[in-house]
């Protein structure tokens, strides 16, 4: 059973990085042919898909955060985290992170989900 | 940007009851299409992908259709353990964009 647990600091002062690690155990980061995605919910509202990395290494980011995003990939600890530069409170959300499985016929979804942590963004 | 929307934006539904919800895209996505149900505190999870398809595991009362801009979710018969808010989602373009939710109640 593949599990996701996201891990990083809880409060981010503004205009500061926010960092995220996101640990994948149950299964190797570099096999399969899945995204390994970023989501954030800020309270009481909707999802907004940040970004994605395959297992070769490439990456998709949001448009309306690109400037700001960063997603990498560390195989060696079964890992893929998560850099926003420049925050500010509008970025204060739960961030979760997700598998996007694809397969040949064309269809992708969310299987597996982090439980999402908080960040804050506040002096 | 596919913009996705959804109503209504909150229903109250006695159990048993069916429950429709909606889900509109700003382009053509085919059946590009899942649906996802988050319950408080919780990551979404995976219910119906393709637009029609049921998750495995997933109770068979819930039922996806449409493709092309319109989509239907139902609920043939509501039960308590089903109050959550439900989102769509379009992964026929980046970025992936969800539709606002839809929060079910019981009446």
């Known amino acids: 059973q593949v599990q996701l647990q996201e891990s990083g600091p809880g409060l981010v002062k503004p205009s500061q990085t926010l960092s995220l690690a996101c640990t994948v155990s149950?299964?190797?980061?570099?096999?399969?042919?899945?995204?390994w995605s970023w989501i954030r919910q800020p309270a009481g509202k909707g999802l907004e898909w940040i970004g994605r990395?395959?297992?070769?290494?490439?990456?998709n980011y949001n448009p309306s955060l690109k400037s700001r995003v960063t997603i990498s990939v560390d195989t060696s600890k079964n890992q893929f985290s998560l850099k926003l530069s420049s925050v500010t409170a509008a970025d204060t959300a739960v961030y979760y992170c997700?598998?996007?499985?694809?397969?040949?016929?064309?269809?992708?979804?969310?299987?597996?989900w982090g439980q999402g942590t908080l960040v804050t963004v506040s002096s | 940007d596919i913009q996705m929307t959804q109503s209504p934006s909150s229903l109250s539904a006695s159990v048993g009851d069916r429950v429709t919800i909606t889900c509109q895209a700003s382009?053509?996505?085919?059946?590009?299409l899942n649906w996802y149900q988050q319950k408080p505190g919780k990551a979404p999870k995976l219910l119906i992908y393709?637009?029609?398809n049921l998750e495995t595991g997933v109770p068979s009362r819930f039922n996806g259709s449409g493709s092309g801009t319109d989509f239907t979710f139902t609920i043939s018969s509501l039960q308590p353990e089903d109050i959550a808010t439900y989102y769509c989602?379009?992964?026929?373009?980046?970025?992936?964009?969800f539709g606002p939710g839809t929060k079910v109640d019981i009446k």
């Open positions: 990395i395959y297992t070769s290494g490439s990456t």
């Open positions: 997700a598998r996007e499985v694809h397969f040949w016929s064309g269809d992708y979804y969310f299987d597996y």
């Open positions: 382009q053509d996505i085919s059946n590009c």
């Open positions: 393709d637009a029609s």
């Open positions: 149950g299964g190797s980061i570099s096999s399969g042919s899945y995204y």
């Open positions: 989602q379009q992964y026929n373009h980046l970025p992936r964009t």
